[in-house]
């Protein structure tokens, strides 16, 4: 059986996806990728772009942050001509929040060609931009004939929204962890950075130095720690926070926190290699790809309640805990717990990676891909008589590039 044309349009190429969508190439090699612009204005990683196994194309759109169904104006309308190329038999939407997935969307019901949602909400949208959008986002979901979610609390949010529960495929929302499974391995086995392990609890947080992201709270917690447990704790990351949160460090003479700026994967091995405690404190987040990371490396991962994809993850008192960084006295406690796991059990770095590692959770991520698509497909026409609907629209060669 041929398999069908997948096309999934997403907002820029994360360097954390491209071992997803290579698994996905894999399983169906007619997977073809749009991503609406290279990267972020606020992203500063580098594209691996040598490492990519499967079919893509860029359209450099100027919407700067994702995210934003304001800038609907902005939208740029050759994600048209990108879908007439590349003739799907399934469309794989990320997301409401660029307006071309609203423009493929209509595009897509007027062809008859089943679309896919993925997405991970954690909890309803918030009602800030009034009760009309939230119509509007329910509408979109409603609009899909099948749906991958980031995490297992993802499911309830989009029935809720009115997805049926019999459309739903649930991903684990993962990165690269087998790079980062394997590189930290290597390094940690280098004299080098053996050498300047130092003994006692070595923290670790990555991620932008937003408000949203809680580091404040991690921080006031650990100044909260008693001075007798030798610990030491490392922000990798950059943004609008970074001097009020050195400030709050000054101010309380928290010498043994070390702020470093945004690294790329390489660099970022090397920390995750050198701590053994990692601590996501997000007030909101729909599913961190960082927590998958860590668990890749082996760390003891503290997972902030306000994660989706934390539940499915963290086995708690096993490989972490989840709490909430909201609760100063809970973040305390849970920080000393920590620090107790990490000294109590010698190999327990080495278990933590090899289960995560061994549970295959990339695997079952792209597995629900394919799944998604299976059940977008069941309930519409068949895909052999698919090729009929973009008789009308011209340039409709199949093409692909990458």
């Known amino acids: 059986m041929t398999e069908p044309r997948i096309v999934l349009i997403t907002n820029m190429i994360a360097p954390y996806r491209i071992p997803l969508f290579n698994q996905v190439a894999r399983l169906n090699p007619a997977f073809h990728v749009i991503f609406l612009r290279e990267r972020d204005s606020d992203r500063k990683w ?28 902005r939208c740029n309308l050759g994600i048209i001509s990108a879908l007439r190329r590349a003739r799907p038999q399934v469309v794989i939407l990320g997301g409401w929040a660029d307006p071309e ?41 409603r609009s899909c004939d099948a749906y991958i979610t980031y995490h297992s609390l993802a499911s309830s949010v989009l029935q809720k929204m009115g ?52 580091v404040n709270k991690f921080l006031k917690a650990l100044s909260n720690l008693p001075a007798n447990l030798n610990y030491r704790a490392t922000i990798v990351g950059a943004g609008p926070e970074e001097a009020a949160l050195r400030a709050f460090c000054a101010k309380h003479k928290m010498d043994h926190v070390v702020f470093v700026p945004f690294q790329n994967r390489e660099g970022l091995a090397r920390y995750f290699a050198m701590a053994n405690i990692f601590v996501l404190s997000s007030l909101r987040e729909y599913g961190a790809i960082v927590l998958s990371e860590a668990l890749a490396c082996g760390l003891y991962t503290l997972a902030s309640c306000n994660d989706g994809v934390a539940p499915d993850l963290i086995k708690q008192g096993e490989n ?28 327990l770095r080495e278990h933590i990676s090899a289960e995560f590692i061994n549970s295959q959770p990339l695997g079952t991520y792209s597995r629900a891909f394919v799944e998604a698509v299976r059940l977008a497909q069941s309930g519409g026409a068949p895909s052999t008589t698919l090729d009929n609907r973009y008789s009308s629209d011209s340039d409709s060669k199949h093409a692909y590039s990458g």
């Open 320 to 347: 972490g805990e989840i709490f909430d960084p909201s609760d100063d006295t809970a973040f305390v406690r849970i920080l000393k717990k920590a620090i107790i796991a990490v000294d109590r059990e010698s190999g």
């Open 46 to 73: 580098r594209i691996p772009s040598h490492e990519t196994r499967f079919s893509y194309s860029i359209m450099n759109s100027k919407n700067g942050r994702s995210g934003e169904l304001s800038g609907i104006l």
């Open 101 to 141: 997935n609203w423009l493929a969307l209509a595009w897509c019901k007027a062809k008859r060609v089943p679309t896919v949602l993925w997405g991970g909400p954690r909890h309803l949208p918030c009602n800030r931009t009034g009760a009309g959008f939230e119509l509007i986002r329910r509408f979109f979901v």
């Open 163 to 214: 997805a049926p529960a019999d459309k739903i495929s649930i991903g684990k929302n993962v990165g690269d962890i087998e790079f980062y499974y394997k590189r930290s391995k290597e390094i940690r086995q280098l004299s080098l950075v053996a050498s300047k392990q130092k003994a006692g609890p070595s923290f670790l947080y990555v991620g932008r130095l937003v408000s949203i992201k809680g």
